[in-house]
């Protein structure tokens, strides 16, 4: 069946440092692939997403692209801020309406 | 502004009590959801709905049950609470552009 794997946390980093998260799917057909960030005491919000081979989703200086290839998603920001301190679920939909969550990946950026 | 509210953010009831978890949407969404999240932050699909009239369990089984008689409506009924019951529960509603999710609430059972 479909299914999302992503890093075990927690990730610790100092503030500034350079963050990657992978995540890797396994789905029929083409999915679309989503990050989700969720920050203490609140639900998750959609960080970014790409619908299709090769595309670059970006928001809030995340990247991830969509590697059809190695079936993978990884999430990157090139410089952390403790305000980045979250959780983060990688995410997979094959066009049904029911997600495939990864089981998170708990962020802890240190000043 | 759209948005999908959850009631109450925070609950502390007794066993063997009947409690109702409300979720609104604003957005006009067919497709909702109903999500337990444990405290090793995974998620747990437990309930789903098409649409008005429609609704479905989930992956992880649940006591709870719910209804969905008005479009903007999904609440999650649990009709005797246990200390079992004690988690995080997250709705969320999508469309073709993704999910979005409630503030959650957090449920304890003494």
């Known amino acids: 069946g479909d299914s999302v794997t992503q890093m075990e946390g927690p990730v610790t980093l100092s503030e500034e440092a350079f963050l990657t998260i992978n995540c890797t799917y396994t789905a029929t057909g083409y999915p679309s692939l989503f990050w989700y960030v969720q920050y203490p005491g609140e639900g998750l919000q959609l960080l970014l997403k790409a619908t299709k081979a090769d595309d670059k989703g970006s928001n809030k200086g995340f990247e991830a692209t969509y590697r059809k290839e190695t079936t993978s998603f990884h999430l990157e920001k090139g410089s952390v801020q403790v305000s980045d301190s979250a959780v983060y679920f990688c995410a997979a939909t094959s066009g049904t309406y029911k997600y495939i969550f990864g089981t998170g990946t708990r962020l802890k950026v240190l000043a | 502004e759209a948005d999908i509210y959850q009631t109450p953010r925070y609950l502390v009831i007794g066993t063997g009590k009947k409690i109702t978890l409300e979720c609104s949407q604003t957005?006009?969404?067919?497709?909702m959801y109903w999500y337990q999240q444990d405290p090793g932050m995974e998620l747990h699909l437990i309930h789903y709905?098409?649409?008005?009239?429609?609704?479905e369990k989930g992956d992880l089984s649940s006591e709870s049950t719910v209804s969905r008689i008005r479009t903007e409506h999904f609440p999650l009924t649990l009709e005797s609470a246990r200390p079992s019951h004690t988690s995080q529960y997250l709705c969320?509603?999508?469309?073709?552009?993704?999910?979005?999710f409630g503030s959650g609430t957090r449920l304890t059972v003494v």
């Open positions: 709905s098409y649409g008005v009239n429609s609704t």
């Open positions: 969320a509603s999508s469309d073709a552009y993704g999910y979005t």
């Open positions: 957005m006009g969404h067919d497709k």
